[in-house]
């Protein structure tokens, strides 16, 4: 028989989705696990999905995606990222997924070095594994307020090393960087010639900070991850899009062909409302984020339950270590069959994890609070 490469089985298992993948198996389960909004979309935007495929809009459209949705996106990049692109920098993708592995095609060899996050999104190691490129974890620690700190990226740095990818508002650490310090990483990225992979799918979600994006300061050298799943609450329109510095489009053409061809028509409808129509929805979401996350700390600091109080996205950051016994993965797969509530392992994020889980708020209230309740007290 023939083999699978090396390659492609050093590619790590989702610990998200090998908790999710036990939950789905079980009855009466609260789904703590999976970033997934718990709030409809927008009437304005499934009617314009709806018309689409009711009017057998249904053909191929061009790779970069219909004129409409890049136009549409381009507009907003100028009006609220202070990037000023033209359309045919924006590539629209099956979400951010795709999106992040167009980037990384685009930058990386075999064996190129890319510096990601610990914790970091578990794609953030997958993606470069699967380009037979070497992901590079930076730590990101409590006592720099899981921030990065250029004085350690600058050790990581070699030969190899082309890229690094930046996450603010942070999945899963609810982390949003501070102007200065989106500054600091831009100069670092300059200083050692270093392409910016930014994923900034969580932006409309920030609690007190502004979001800055680092195409802002220095668009030349920087890939712009995005996506309507959170926003819009479209996890499964799977609408994404990449935005790129000047490139030549019969590269990303070419791309785009081999991996996708398109993403369909309605979806791409769907998102041209979503950015053109209210934005009442949008909101609205925040403010429920904000609040389950207000409630969800509050029953914390009642059970003395250490957390990372987060600035943005709709996580929590929880530190269970006192319970784990050094093996959260084992530990949640226990909590799920003992206590019947799905959470993400902090190990699933990267060694930096250890001892901490991840807890969607984008639940409902009341799962929220009784899925923290049946928490173990601390020691």
Same mark, same amino acid.
């Given at each position: 028989?023939?083999? =699978?490469?090396?390659?492609? @089985?050093?590619?790590?298992?989702?610990?998200?989705?090998?908790?999710?993948?036990?939950?789905?198996?079980?009855?009466? /389960?609260?789904?703590?696990?999976?970033?997934?909004?718990?709030?409809?979309?927008?009437?304005?935007?499934?009617?314009?999905?709806?018309?689409?495929?009711?009017a057998d809009d249904t053909r191929y459209t061009g790779n970069g995606g219909i004129p409409e949705?890049?136009?549409?996106?381009?507009?907003?990049?100028?009006?609220?990222?202070?990037?000023?692109?033209?359309?045919?920098?924006?590539?629209?993708?099956?979400?951010?997924?795709?999106?992040?592995?167009?980037?990384?095609?685009?930058?990386?060899?075999?064996?190129?070095?890319? @510096?990601?996050?610990?914790?970091?999104?578990?794609?953030?190691?997958?993606?470069?594994?699967?380009?037979?490129?070497?992901?590079?974890?930076?730590?990101?620690?409590?006592?720099?307020?899981?921030?990065?700190?250029?004085?350690?990226?600058?050790?990581?740095?070699?030969?190899?090393?082309?890229? /690094?990818?930046?996450?603010?508002?942070?999945?899963?650490?609810?982390?949003?960087?501070?102007?200065?310090?989106?500054?600091?990483?831009?100069?670092?990225?300059?200083?050692?010639?270093?392409?910016?992979?930014?994923?900034?799918?969580?932006?409309?979600?920030?609690?007190?900070?502004?979001?800055?994006?680092?195409a802002s300061i220095d668009p030349a050298r920087v890939l712009t991850v995005q996506s309507f799943?959170?926003?819009?609450?479209?996890?499964?329109?799977?609408?994404?899009?990449?935005?790129?510095?000047?490139?030549?489009?019969? @590269?990303?053409?070419?791309?785009?062909?081999?991996?996708?061809?398109?993403?369909?028509?309605?979806?791409?409808?769907?998102?041209?409302?979503?950015?053109?129509?209210?934005?009442?929805?949008?909101?609205?979401?925040?403010?429920? =984020?904000?609040?389950?996350?207000?409630?969800?700390?509050?029953?914390?600091?009642?059970?003395?339950?250490? =957390?990372?109080?987060?600035?943005?996205?709709?996580?929590?950051?929880?530190?269970?270590?006192?319970?784990?016994?050094?093996?959260?993965?084992?530990?949640?797969?226990?909590?799920?069959?003992?206590?019947?509530?799905?959470?993400?392992?902090?190990?699933?994020?990267?060694?930096?994890?250890?001892?901490?889980?991840?807890?969607?708020?984008?639940?409902?209230?009341?799962?929220?609070?009784?899925?923290?309740?049946r928490l173990p007290d601390p020691a």
């Amino acid at each position: 028989m023939p083999s =699978y490469t090396a390659n492609a @089985l050093s590619v790590p298992e989702s610990g998200i989705r090998r908790i999710l993948e036990i939950a789905l198996t079980l009855d009466d /389960i609260i789904a703590l696990a999976v970033g997934e909004p718990d709030l409809p979309v927008a009437p304005h935007v499934l009617e314009a999905g709806s018309a689409a495929w009711l009017a057998d809009d249904t053909r191929y459209t061009g790779n970069g995606g219909i004129p409409e949705l890049r136009a549409a996106i381009a507009m907003k990049l100028r009006r609220d990222n202070g990037v000023d692109v033209g359309a045919d920098q924006v590539w629209v993708t099956p979400g951010a997924t795709e999106a992040l592995y167009l980037a990384l095609g685009l930058i990386l060899a075999p064996g190129d070095e890319v @510096l990601i996050p610990d914790p970091g999104y578990t794609t953030f190691t997958m993606a470069p594994r699967m380009q037979f490129a070497v992901p590079v974890p930076y730590r990101l620690d409590p006592e720099h307020a899981f921030l990065p700190q250029a004085a350690d990226l600058d050790a990581l740095v070699t030969p190899r090393t082309r890229a /690094i990818i930046l996450n603010s508002p942070s999945n899963p650490l609810g982390v949003v960087f501070p102007e200065h310090v989106v500054r600091e990483l831009v100069e670092f990225a300059q200083r050692h010639d270093l392409w910016i992979v930014s994923d900034e799918v969580y932006e409309a979600f920030t609690y007190g900070l502004p979001h800055v994006s680092p195409a802002s300061i220095d668009p030349a050298r920087v890939l712009t991850v995005q996506s309507f799943s959170k926003t819009y609450a479209l996890t499964g329109g799977r609408v994404g899009y990449l935005v790129t510095p000047p490139t030549p489009a019969s @590269l990303l053409r070419s791309f785009q062909e081999a991996l996708i061809s398109c993403v369909n028509s309605p979806a791409q409808r769907a998102a041209v409302a979503a950015l053109e129509g209210p934005q009442d929805a949008v909101t609205a979401a925040a403010v429920h =984020y904000r609040e389950n996350l207000r409630a969800a700390t509050a029953l914390l600091d009642e059970r003395g339950i250490r =957390y990372r109080e987060p600035d943005g996205a709709f996580y929590l950051w929880v530190d269970l270590s006192y319970a784990t016994g050094g093996d959260v993965t084992s530990w949640a797969e226990r909590f799920l069959l003992e206590r019947r509530v799905s959470v993400a392992p902090g190990s699933a994020f990267g060694a930096a994890g250890e001892g901490w889980i991840r807890v969607c708020a984008a639940a409902s209230r009341e799962d929220l609070l009784e899925g923290l309740r049946r928490l173990p007290d601390p020691a």
